[in-house]
């Protein structure tokens, strides 16, 4: 049987500053404290995103954390209403396009760095517009 994803992180230089670009992009709220690991995240630095209070009704968690001693990465889709809307959205809050809105059978998927660097995938349905 496959495994499903269970988990997110985002983790950068400055994760005070991701956050409130995740929050202002996603509408995330996050409750700060401290990773499982230092390795992860500096202490107190780690928002903890609990999958239940977003829309999905198969929630994901998340979290984003690091420090100055950490190698920015991160890998995942997130699922919106509208990716050209969001890819704009993502470019006004400071992103990089990195992928048009591209059709991917009824789905629409688009890639963005967000001000770090980190390559987030986003995903939605695709417009009547852009059949």
């Not at 670009?21 to 500096?42: K, P, R, T």
């Not at 390559?119 to 517009?129: F, H, K, L």
């Amino acid at each position: 049987m496959a495994r499903a994803v269970v988990h997110f992180e985002i983790i950068g230089k400055n994760p005070a500053a991701l956050r409130t670009f995740y929050a202002e992009l996603f509408g995330w709220e996050y409750n700060v404290g401290d990773a499982s690991s230092d390795l992860v995240s500096d202490p107190g630095q780690y928002g903890f995103i609990d999958g239940a209070s977003t829309e999905n009704p198969s929630p994901i968690n998340g979290g984003i954390g690091g420090g100055p001693g950490h190698s920015p990465h991160v890998i995942f889709y997130v699922g919106v209403p509208d990716v050209e809307q969001t890819l704009r959205d993502a470019e006004r809050l400071g992103g990089k396009r990195l992928l048009e809105s591209t059709a991917n059978g009824p789905i629409a998927v688009g890639h963005f760095s967000d001000p770090e660097g980190n390559v987030v995938g986003i995903a939605g349905p695709i417009r009547p517009e852009a059949r």
